[in-house]
């Protein structure tokens, strides 16, 4: 893996909040590339208010990483990621919005 690239990769799910739709994406990941997926809590219905402190807490202390946020994790991937977390080398938005289209 060149010096450039991230070394890990949080992942951020869908409105389901289990991350299960990453499967085939983490299937394929390439070697040296340490991807993490973020679920939310299942019994709690949480906003974006509620969760960025969650995800805030699991992005990587050291090195480079990326942001992938799938559909409703968009928004606060972006909000996450307009703080400059320590880092943060790129900014991924999968079949996602920047403000919640209802």
Known sequence: MGATRPGAAIL??????????????????????????????????????????????????????????ESFSGPLAVRLAAARPRGLAALVLAASFLHAPL
Do not use: Q
């Open 12 to 69: 951020l799910p869908g409105l389901d909040g289990s991350g299960r739709l990453f499967a085939p994406l983490l299937a394929a990941c390439p070697r040296g590339l340490r991807p993490e997926v973020v679920a939310y809590p299942p019994d709690t219905p949480l906003g974006y208010a509620e969760l960025a402190p969650l995800v805030r807490a699991r992005l990587p202390a050291r090195g480079r990483f990326l942001l992938d946020a």
